[in-house]
């Protein structure tokens, strides 16, 4: 894996910050409401240089209440 290549976003109630400052007014102001993090990262699937899954992208997404 390269770090490079991998894209982390956050959001607060369903709006994505774009910035640390503004993710973290976001978060100042939004108690009770959901917060989303998700984590991407670009793939192939090549199995004896066969690409099976061109283009394919890993991903994980975690939400949780803001307290």
């Not at 984590?39 to 090549?46: H, I, K, S, W």
């Amino acid at each position: 894996m390269t770090k490079a290549n991998i894209t982390i976003t956050l959001s607060v109630n369903g709006v994505a910050c774009s910035s640390d400052s503004t993710c973290a007014t976001a978060l100042g102001t939004a108690q009770g409401d959901p917060s989303e993090l998700t984590a991407t990262y670009p793939c192939n699937l090549d199995i004896l240089n066969v690409n099976f899954v061109p283009g394919c992208t890993l991903s994980a997404q975690t939400t949780e209440q803001v307290e």
